[in-house]
């Protein structure tokens, strides 16, 4: 173990989104937790050091006693994580009767017994409201019952350079009496919000039901050029199966556009408002789920092809980079992306922990990355050019005031 790293566990990990995030930030993972297999061989398989053997399966198997034990250490600087967000949404369970939603008490049990400085805690928004604000509320008392003061903010991905519309409760768990650097702004402030087409634009067509493994054009963006990084072999990048039909049905409907463009005589006859509509390739994606490659789920057509997302470009739309491959089968591979937290923003968390819980400076290389975090829009050869102008000095961060 490197000891001049901060330390983390991730629970409830998922594909490894948030561990993606930290690692890059500078973070040395020492034990995580997933119980879906196929998620926990896309978390092992993507990370030399570690096999799924080495991964908790069952939180709920491991007694508070063991913890210690079961994560290999008496303490770390932080836990990471976040139950399954099913569990929290407004659709789904708005009264918190979920069983998943308590799955929250062994999150508290492992910070209790690691004894961390902090706790970061994230999941969908619509846990701020479940029955009626009371969960949230009992998650505070849980914290501030084991000593540690709370604080939340609603995030949205796109201020974080990530091509997508994506809003996220953030918890915050820290030991001492505020933070160190309460700083003005939490948000990246991106010179210029990420679209869609700033994410995928450099992925080859792909037809419905084929499959393309070889990239066709260089990078347009610096956010295209940072995820796929040094990969040869495009992975994932497999189009979802769409009859005749739907085919003809989805051609009619613009750029960014809905349904409604669609002939009378070709209408769905069900579906939501805002299903069987395409991404707008001008502006981030609406937030990406399991559902990425069915025309009949909620915007998430290709902004100019026939067809559902591939995992791949969903992936891209999280900020996974392209090196990172995802396992099982194309429903598991589409759930465990769409169920990940953005590593962009993950990354962009902990370099704000460094400095308002761990006191931390951060690396010129951190700086650098925030730079190019901010900048994912601009082509490579503006970026090269202004780069001297793209303040990344101080990486801006906040959940509000701190009572």
């Known amino acids: ?21 930290f690692e890059n930030a500078g973070y040395e993972l020492v034990h995580a ?9 896309t978390f092992a398989a993507n990370r030399n050091s570690i096999s799924t053997a080495d991964l908790t399966g069952d939180i709920r198997d491991v007694e508070s006693d063991d913890i210690t034990e079961e994560a290999g250490t008496e303490s770390v600087d932080l836990v990471a994580g976040g139950p399954p967000c099913q569990g929290f949404s407004e659709v789904v369970s708005p009264d918190g009767s979920d069983e998943r939603n308590h799955l929250f008490t062994h999150f508290i049990d492992w910070v209790d017994k690691l004894s961390p400085k902090a706790a970061l805690f994230e999941n969908v928004r619509g846990m701020e409201n479940t029955a009626d604000g009371k969960f949230l509320d009992a998650v505070k008392k849980s914290f501030g019952s084991i000593g540690y003061n709370v604080t939340t903010r609603i995030v949205t991905s796109a201020d974080f350079g990530v091509p997508q519309h994506r809003r996220r409760l953030v918890v915050l768990a820290y030991k001492q009496p505020r933070l160190t650097h309460p700083l003005e702004g939490f948000e990246l402030d991106p010179v210029e919000t990420a679209s869609v087409m700033d994410g995928i634009g450099d992925v080859p067509n792909v037809a419905p039901g084929e499959e393309i493994t070889e990239y066709d054009q260089t990078p347009e963006t610096v956010l295209q050029g940072d995820l796929r990084g040094d990969s040869e072999t495009l992975t994932g990048h497999e189009a979802a199966r769409h009859s005749d039909e739907m085919v003809e049905m989805i051609s009619h409907i613009p750029d960014g556009g809905n349904r409604t463009a669609i002939p009378d005589e070709l209408q769905p006859s069900s579906g939501y408002h805002n299903s069987y509509s395409r991404l707008d390739s001008t502006e981030p994606a609406v ?70 819980v761990f006191d931390v400076e951060l690396s010129e290389r951190d700086h650098e990355r925030i730079q190019l975090m901010r900048s994912g829009a601009m082509a490579p050869s503006e970026f090269r050019n202004r780069k001297s102008e793209i303040s990344g000095p101080k990486q801006q961060a906040t959940f509000g005031k701190i009572k």
């Open 1 to 21: 173990m490197d000891e001049s790293k901060l330390t983390y566990v991730d629970l409830f990990a998922g594909a490894g989104g948030l561990s993606v995030g």
């Open 33 to 41: 937790v997933e119980i879906d297999e196929d998620a926990r061989e």
């Open 287 to 356: 937030a990406i789920t399991s559902n990425m490659s069915k025309p009949s789920s909620a915007r998430c057509i290709h902004p100019f092809e026939d067809r559902g997302l591939t995992p791949r470009e969903g992936a891209r739309l999280q900020t996974f980079p392209d090196e990172y491959e995802f396992h099982g089968g194309l429903v598991a591979r589409r759930q465990q992306i769409g169920n990940a937290v953005p590593p962009y923003l993950a990354e962009a968390l902990g370099y704000y922990l460094k400095q308002a």
